[in-house]
């Protein structure tokens, strides 16, 4: 999950001079042939991840100065809609008060969200979507890659989500350290042990870990499971409530690993009351040799990166003799959705179409490091050999598996930090959790 760099409570960010719009339910929807024809000036207010005073923030500030010089008299309020402010976000859309566009609200593979589209409150993007860009003289919708198709598009039919940029779960390591310490970047579970214990000799902690963000600690299992369960059994388990935790020895096994990497001192001293961005610092001051974490890293962290820190990236490490998916990549698009009954759905549309436009998304990942959905946009310089990892994927499947959209989170994560913080081990960590599943889904 996308996040800020510092807490914030408050649910608006000035994008302009005038406040936040209310949105009317007028529940009409445009033609979708000649639609751009059809743009009108009026307030538009759009959701961003984005925190105030990041790049991110500055340069989503020029496309919403660029959309109100190309259609005078527009106002485009830019409202913070991640982490903390996502359950105002979510009740002002059941009240029929939204922003125009939004993210959070749809992805293909999560059934949690199908529910905004049963409802009619997502404006069905695909008609629009068909309609030639003016930009390539093509289809809009071929612009993206098809790998995230699957997150686009509800299982019965229709677009309900554009994405903006592309989060991938992948292991960074200090490049240059582990060159320094003759350290291959980890591509199984026993490079990866190897390398803990280089780095340990070499006076170096393995692995930067926030104590204090549960479900990055959960990355760790969630990764291992996916590798020794396999997605679909975990999906199953976990967010469904399909079988049972303790039936399966795939998920015990996962746990026995992780506590293997705690039991030999891999995760760096003090993580427990470390938070995100503490952790994420002290990895690129060369304090850790590796972090797991999504792209956004690059992007989030850019203005504290030493100039001559070298990054690298590899996939989460395979596990040899694993069950499941040794190929896979965990991946999210974050996708832009569209209010269907906003009274300036048009505007609403050409945001989103800016937004995903080649050079809007070339500038994202060469200035702020962001990765893109959108063909033909270069890797964020950043992250060198990004593009190599995802063209190597067996299959891009969603971060931890729909977890975070049910009340299995708060059973699974907390147990899963007291596994790693000492307090219990895999057996009684497997115990507990499905003690808890069983609770939340009555089998």
Known sequence: MKRTLAALSALLLAGCSVGGTVTKATGQAPAATGWRDTIKAGPLEAGVLSAEGTPGLKLLREVADGLQRDYRGSAVTLTFANTQARPAIEQRWRAGQPPDADYGMFDGTDPATLSWVDQGKLL???PYLKQTDPDTGKPWLDRFNPSVLKFMRHPGGGIYGVPSELSVHVLFYNAKLFR????????TWDDLLAATDKLKA?????????GLFEPYMGMWSDHLWLRTAGYDRTRQVVTAGKGNLKDDPAFLKGLTMLQDLRDRGAFIKGFEGTDFTAAQAQFFQGKAGMILMGSWLVSEMKDVIPADFELGVVPFPAVTGGGGDQGAVMAAPQEVSIYRSGDHVPLALEWARRLTSVKVQTRRATEIGEVSAVLGVPSPPGIPGIDALLAGADDLRPRDFGLMR???KDVVYPEIAKLLFGKQDAAQTQAAIDRGLRRVYGN
Do not use: M
């Open 202 to 210: 070499g006076g170096v902690a393995p692995i930067a870990v926030t």
């Open 124 to 126: 069905d993007l695909e």
């Open 406 to 408: 049910t009340k299995a």
């Open 180 to 187: 320094g310490l003759g350290i291959q970047p980890p591509r």
